[in-house]
């Protein structure tokens, strides 16, 4: 299995080297697939990645959102459903009230 970490190799510098590189060098690194890891003291402060590796991470990010939120729903669920119109009588209301505040609001330009 091909890990992220393998596609795009990473090279720690400290603050005085990547200042020294400067940043058409980092920037020209990071274009070449390279992640820049800049430490400050021996603790990594800051990322120069491409966009394209940043757009990856972002997609992976949202791809792991939806997978945690299919496993809890998955976890979760009772299989039980509740009608809107039930579930808006449990606040007190009923949906002729609600759709009649709507067109009010609307009509007086709130909505």
Not at 37 to 57: K, M, T
Not at 81 to 89: P, V
């Amino acid at each position: 299995m091909t890990m992220i970490a393998d596609l795009h190799p990473q090279r720690h510098v400290s603050v005085t080297a990547a200042n020294v590189r400067g940043v058409a060098g980092l920037v020209k690194d990071a274009e070449g697939g390279e992640d820049i890891i800049v430490e400050r003291h021996g603790r990594p402060v800051a990322a120069v990645i491409s966009v394209d590796h940043f757009a990856e991470l972002h997609n992976m990010r949202s791809d792991l959102t939806a997978a945690a939120l299919v496993l809890a729903r998955e976890l979760t669920d009772s299989g039980h459903r509740t009608d809107l119109d039930d579930a808006i009588a449990a606040f007190g209301f009923d949906r002729s009230q609600l759709e009649a505040e709507l067109d009010t609001d609307v009509a007086a330009g709130r909505g």
